[in-house]
């Protein structure tokens, strides 16, 4: 098990789209345990396999609070199968964009099929926190990040930021002034 290097924007490599995992093996399983790695040691709450590079559909996630027992969870192949009419907001961060939060609007409750681990076929419903992470890792398997909800006027801001903290090599341009638990991944 190894924690791996998270990508953070701009890197293009955010904008690609996952292939689907075809076999679970030795490969997909040291994958996930070096996510889960990765995702704690962060910390954050959810991950999927492009933040480490890896353009795969592959999700982890642990929504377990502190004093909690850990909850891991594995989402293989994860797709949203229904979306109910309701909206909630949440206020969004991503490890990918670290230490920016902005509040993102999205449906409350989802229905989602995944494949778990064993190579079972699952679907759950999801309200709440868990619908929400759902729906932002399952975006990172498509290419999208939370910002692209924000006004573009913000999104701009955000991007010229990283952009610049990327030249100058510090990665991180933004202060650390709130709880990192709000990363959601
Ligand atoms: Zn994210």
């Avoid at 955010?14 to 689907?20: H, I």
């Avoid at 396999?49 to 377990?64: E, F, N």
């Avoid at 989402?75 to 206020?91: A, C, L, Q």
Wanted: charged share 30%; hydrophobic share 40%; aromatic share 6%.
């Amino acid at each position: 098990m190894a924690v791996r290097d998270i990508l953070i924007i701009p890197d293009k490599r955010l904008r690609l789209k996952s292939e689907p995992v075809t076999a679970i093996d030795k490969s997909l399983r040291a994958l996930v345990d070096d996510m889960f790695e990765t995702m704690y040691a962060a910390p954050g709450i959810g991950l999927a396999a492009i933040q480490v590079g890896v353009p795969q559909r592959v999700v982890t996630m642990d929504l377990a609070k502190k004093d909690e027992p850990k909850a891991p969870q594995v989402f293989i192949n994860p797709e949203v199968t229904w979306k109910g009419d309701e909206r909630s907001v949440y206020e969004e961060g991503c490890l990918s964009i670290p230490e920016y939060y902005e509040e993102v609007e999205r449906p409350s409750a989802v229905r989602v099929k995944f494949l778990d681990l064993d190579g079972k076929a699952r679907e759950i419903e999801a309200t709440g926190l868990l619908a929400t992470c759902l729906q932002h890792e399952i975006d990172h398997t498509n290419g999208v990040l939370f910002i692209d909800y924000i006004s573009k006027l913000k999104r701009d801001m955000v991007m010229k930021k990283f952009k610049k903290a990327a030249k100058l090599g510090t990665g991180k341009p933004l202060a650390e002034d709130k709880e990192p638990s709000h990363h959601i991944g």
